[in-house]
């Protein structure tokens, strides 16, 4: 899988849009863009994939450059239930490599009352 | 409901001690992963499963070994060779290859071991 580079932390003030940027510069053209979150102690949740169109569902947006070389995570609208870390995975979607879910240290937001 | 469950949440064994983790999925996920979290850290693939009865190593596998004689079950056995095995213990599965759509990985809730 392609290495992910996320910042290490960032902080959202509640109700605002929470932004967060994921480079993958070295992804391949079989290579998804997802996207998940941990809450404190909890297992990590599936939040959205791409390929290379933008996509959308009732959690988050996700924004894919023309390049594909970054990517962005848009909470439209953050609330203090969305302080997790979240992470960005690159990951085949065929062959012996789609089984290798690798996970990096991902960004700790911290939505802000 | 369909889901992926382990047992126990918390555990506790003595230094030199063999400790086996459970992992259940009734989600008919041909894939099943574990991964080590410590503080502060991401997700650490130790081991992963394609399909019955085949396994293999992931970043960390040193002092670990698992099984997967059932689709449904993945255990992990942390033996007394893995010298820092106080962590986050977590399971994930997930349908497989071929089609991105539905691909996402499902994890549990997770199991904190602690040695002692």
């Known amino acids: 899988d392609a290495k992910t580079t996320q910042p290490p932390s960032m902080d959202c003030a509640e109700g605002r849009a929470a932004n967060l940027p994921c480079n993958h510069s070295?992804?391949?053209?079989?290579?998804?863009v997802y996207w998940y979150r941990q809450i404190h102690s909890q297992g990590p949740q599936y939040i959205i994939h791409g390929l290379k169109n933008n996509e959308t569902n009732e959690m988050a947006s996700l924004i894919i450059t023309e390049d594909r070389k970054s990517s962005t995570l848009i909470l439209p609208h953050a609330t203090l239930r969305d302080t997790a870390v979240y992470y960005c995975?690159?990951?085949?979607?065929?062959?012996?490599?789609?089984?290798?879910?690798?996970f990096g240290k991902g960004t700790k937001l911290s939505v802000i009352p | 409901d369909g889901g992926i469950t382990q047992s126990p949440k918390y555990l506790f064994r003595k230094e030199g001690q063999n400790v086996t983790l459970s992992c259940e999925q009734n989600l008919n996920h041909d894939a099943m992963y574990w991964y080590r979290q410590d503080p502060g850290q991401g997700l650490r693939l130790i081991y992963y499963?394609?399909?019955?009865?085949?396994?293999q190593k992931g970043d960390i596998a040193e002092g670990y070994s698992v099984s997967r004689e059932k689709k449904e079950s993945f255990p992990l056995t942390v033996t007394s060779a893995q010298k820092n095995p106080t962590a986050f213990y977590l399971c994930?599965?997930?349908?497989?290859?071929?089609?991105?759509?539905?691909?996402?990985?499902?994890f549990g809730q997770g199991t904190r071991l602690t040695v002692v």
């Open positions: 994930a599965s997930s349908p497989g290859t071929g089609l991105p759509l539905g691909t996402e990985a499902f």
């Open positions: 995975i690159a990951r085949n979607y065929s062959g012996a490599g789609s089984y290798q879910l690798t």
């Open positions: 070295t992804i391949s053209g079989n290579e998804y």
């Open positions: 499963s394609q399909i019955v009865n085949d396994f």
